[in-house]
């Protein structure tokens, strides 16, 4: 009895812990900026969205505080559609990680993923948002959004100042949502 206890003990531990370390990873590890500057740098603008120097989205603040739209759009999907887990600002609940600083460990490709696909840990579920279109069209919003908060580039709470929506904007928008 004892024997097959606790080989069970063992190889349910061995299945169970590594995922949970790996789902604790990145929002548990404090963001230093310096390592990031590559990939949350500015490359270039287009349309008013901001991409690095691998044609990825990044945040902008000016030096009086203006976010670009991209941040400030990002701010508001995220308070309607992820913070009831996750917690105001990115900042994690005692049910949902920090995924301000999950953003910047796991950068763009890795957080589409986890939001477009769902990850399960035992009792802890981050749904799949890939069909819900009020996510899906603004993922890089509140991805760009998330990792200026990782980055501290931005202070909790809603943006003060932010530039306009582009036009270009507008129409991704009108054409994403249908
Ligand atoms: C119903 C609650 C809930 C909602 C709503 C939710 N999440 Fe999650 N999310 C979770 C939980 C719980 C986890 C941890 C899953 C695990 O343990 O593997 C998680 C994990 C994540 C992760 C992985 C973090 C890491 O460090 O590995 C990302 C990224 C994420 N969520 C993004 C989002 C975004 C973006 C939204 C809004 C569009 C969102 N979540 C909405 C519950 C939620």
């Known amino acids: ?52 120097a691998d044609d990825v989205v990044t945040f902008n ?12 759009s990002g701010f508001r999907r995220y308070h309607s559609e992820c913070h009831v887990c996750h917690g105001p600002d990115g900042e994690g609940s005692t049910y949902a990680p920090k995924i301000k600083n999950s953003a910047v460990h796991m950068g763009y490709y890795d957080f ?16 799949h948002f890939g069909e819900n279109k009020n996510v899906m069209c603004y993922l890089d919003d509140i991805y760009v959004y998330l990792e200026a908060r ?16 582009s036009d270009a904007e507008r129409e991704r928008e ?4 249908g």
């Open 174 to 177: 009108d054409a994403c949502m």
């Open 112 to 127: 589409f993923d986890v939001v477009v696909n769902g990850r399960q840990n035992g009792n802890s579920v981050m749904p």
């Open 61 to 72: 603040v000016a030096e009086d505080g203006t976010v670009d739209w991209l941040t400030f």
């Open 150 to 165: 990782g980055m501290d580039a931005i202070a909790r709470g809603r943006p003060a100042k932010k530039e306009a929506k």
């Open 1 to 52: 009895m004892m024997r097959t206890a606790s080989r069970f003990f063992v190889a349910a531990a061995v299945a169970v812990l590594p995922a949970t370390a790996m789902a604790q990873a990145w929002s548990d590890q404090p963001v230093d900026p310096a390592q990031y500057e590559e990939q949350t740098a500015v490359a270039y603008e287009e349309d008013g969205r901001y991409y690095n």
